[in-house]
């Protein structure tokens, strides 16, 4: 009884891990692709967005 449980635990644990690790790798390349089609079209909104500075000389 006590190795089901266990087993059973385990393998919830290891999937919600990759069910979330799945979860934050899309989300991120989602933003990074949406990112990469902003720089496109426009890219001073771009900029703005993720807040770069220009440098002054």
Known sequence: MFTKTLGF????FVF???FSM???LSLFVGYWITLIG????NPKLAYKLI??????S
Request: net charge negative; charged share 20%.
């Open 9 to 12: 635990f385990i393998f919830i």
């Open 16 to 18: 919600l891990m990759g």
């Open 22 to 24: 799945l979860l934050f």
């Open 38 to 41: 902003i720089e496109a079209v």
């Open 51 to 56: 807040g770069h500075k220009e440098e002054q």
